[in-house]
């Protein structure tokens, strides 16, 4: 039931105060994650009740490499220069945690009350603690998450208590370096023969993707280093780069091998990691209205809780019995699944948002500020010029 295919959906970016030159929001990178949430729903529902829809789609699964860059580079964007003191730091965590906690406690209660209804087994206490506490990734055997497709929340968790640290490097060099040491040391560790591992243990651990967040924080600084005067050609050619490259890794690239349990290529990792740092960076730099528009900037607001929700209705939705027939094209099972699970996706997820996600940004903002407050009373403070 928890096999994990795809990454995390998070909004990482915050609207605060921009540095001098710089924008108040990155819409090309919210537009691509409403993008990669509707890949997520069209792989899920070809997957999740497998019907010999072809090994093809499952380029979407690639999902991961892009979120996580966008991650990383939302992060930079909003708290570059922004996390100087204990208070920040602590301030960064609150808001952090009240982003993604809510929507995920709601979704780990649902799929404990779904299972509980139809009898199912219930996995023990201790999973479902490490759960709620998001130490699940630590832990090889729960380190896929039982809340489906959940594993790269924990994922993203260890990258935020990481980050903090990270983004006082302020250097294009410092973050390349961070790039090149994180590729090696994800080679490393995909060259260890664990020999108990579970499935899919190298392909969700932190290791694993950690160079990912790195082409993110990458991408940041060259952004930051390119004049908004040369911001449109350069954005151009990025998303050429983007698409030629993406064309280049389906076609001649290093694959994951028949199943996601063996080890992740460093030339996989490498390839995607450029050809979506190619990608973010020309949303960045120049948005393209083919995939940044009104329609894919409401996805990417509510991709969070599309992300979340949608395999919980793919899992019990009442076209099941439907997909299990064998006289029925895998084509119309696929269009069937679709019709139901996308709309179905996009509509829990708007309701999620406004009643779970919204609520939990604002709480975070309100503790974050009140927070500030009381340690500002309680201690001489020096004046910032």
Not at 55 to 80: E, M, N, R, W
Not at 294 to 305: Q, V
């Amino acid at each position: 039931m928890t096999k994990p295919l795809l990454g995390a959906i998070s909004d990482d970016f915050e609207v605060q105060p921009p540095p001098a030159g710089q924008s108040e929001r990155l819409h090309g990178i919210d537009a691509l994650r409403g993008l990669a949430a509707c890949g997520i729903v069209i792989l899920h529902s070809a997957f999740i009740r497998p019907f010999g829809a072809p090994g093809s789609l499952g380029y979407l699964a690639l999902g991961v490499p892009l979120f996580f860059i966008i991650s990383a580079f939302s992060l930079s964007f909003a708290y570059d220069g922004r996390l100087r003191s204990r208070d920040d730091v602590i301030g960064y965590g609150i808001k952090r945690y009240a982003r993604i906690a809510p929507l995920f406690y709601v979704m780990l209660l649902a799929w404990v009350i779904a299972l509980f209804i139809l009898n199912h087994r219930l996995p023990a206490f201790p999973i479902i603690l490490l759960s709620a506490t998001f130490l699940f990734g630590l832990d090889p055997h729960t380190q896929g998450s039982f809340v489906p497709a959940g594993w790269s929340i924990g994922v993203e968790m260890l990258f935020y208590a990481c980050f903090a640290v990270i983004i006082r490097i302020q250097s294009l060099k410092g973050h390349a370096l961070l790039l090149a040491g994180s590729l090696l040391l994800s080679g490393l560790f995909n060259s260890i023969p664990w020999t108990k591992a579970p499935d899919y243990f190298y392909y969700t651990h932190f290791l694993t993707n950690a160079p990912y967040f790195a082409f993110g924080l990458v991408g940041y600084r060259v952004y930051r280093a390119i004049p908004p005067v040369h911001r449109r050609i350069i954005g151009h050619a990025c998303l050429v780069a983007g698409f030629a490259l993406i064309g280049a890794m389906i076609f001649w690239g290093p694959q994951l091998g028949p199943a996601a349990s063996t080890r992740v290529p460093t030339g996989l990792i490498a390839g995607w990691g450029l050809a979506f740092f190619s990608l973010v960076l020309s949303q960045a730099l120049w948005p393209n209205p083919v995939l940044s528009n009104p329609t894919t900037l409401f996805l990417g607001r509510i991709s969070y809780s599309i992300y979340l929700v949608h395999p919980l209705l793919i899992y019990f939705s009442p076209l099941t019995p439907w997909l299990s027939r064998p006289d029925i094209s895998w084509r119309v099972k696929l269009f069937g699944a679709l019709s139901f699970a996308l709309p179905a996706a996009i509509l829990c997820g708007g309701i999620l948002y406004h009643v779970v996600e919204k609520p939990g940004q604002n709480l975070g903002r309100r503790l974050s500020i009140r927070l500030n407050e009381a340690l500002f009373r309680s201690k001489p403070r020096a004046i910032r010029l």
